[in-house]
């Protein structure tokens, strides 16, 4: 289909004013990590370093920068054998309510982030007993992180189809021989690609981790949300949120060009 030239300069348009909305505001950020004004006046008179030299020495940040971590990882590795294990069981296998077991899957994802929280803050609370903390907050991730590896795993399942591995069997080798030598090598950017993007989701997760995280500890966006007002703390915030825009953009482009690698195995 051929596009007149008045209807590709209106969509190029929306596409320019779309971009716009969504990465200028990312934009001030990172120019305001290195304003010299403490008042962000815009455009920046002069551009300093200073903001990052004493982000990097705030021990408040640093302390949320690694719960978040922990935190990430954690909730990834659970993710990624949980995850994993669900996609094989429905994917590879037919049985009554499995339709309706893969929705109760992927609902936590699509559930609002405070019924979620509230919901499992309730749950650890009131009927486990369960005093909030860090393993609280990896759980409360990981039941969203679940349904990223899931879609990730199922989708790269449907397109292998079971051939490769009805030939590995049928020539001798058992499903563990099987799994090592055909099914995980096909899977393996699948699981790197949601692994990232379960890590992306973990890291910058804030309405979960606020209902189920301990006292005293912090993630670095709740830190961000803690300081964001205080006097003379905000340039160390837009210092900390630059570093998190950094941080979350390089896992979903790994992820996307991983999971669009169907080819070549997922190699760069």
Sequence with gaps: MRLSRTTEYLLLAALVLGLAV???????????????DTTFGWPPSSFTLEWWGRAA?????????WTSVQAGLAATAIALVLGTM?????????????????????LPIALPGIVTGIALNNAFRTILGIDLGLFTAIVAHATFCI?????NVVARLRRMGGNLEEASMDLGADGLTTFRLVTFPMLRSALLAGGLLAFALSFDEIIVTTFTLGTGLETLPIWILNNLFRPNQAPI????????????????????????????????
């Design 237 to 268: 915030v837009n210092v900390v949120a630059a570093v998190l825009i950094l941080a979350s953009t390089v896992p979903v482009y790994l992820a996307q060009r991983l999971s669009g690698d169907t080819t070549s195995g997922g190699r760069l």
């Design 57 to 65: 020495e705030n021990q408040g940040a640093l302390n949320a920068l």
């Design 86 to 106: 669900a996609a094989f069981a429905l994917q590879r296998y037919r049985f009554f309510g499995r339709n309706q077991v893969s929705l109760l899957i992927i």
């Design 147 to 151: 349904v990223v590896v899931f879609n």
């Design 22 to 36: 969504i990465y200028f505001p990312l934009l001030v950020v990172l120019l305001n990590s290195f304003n010299a």
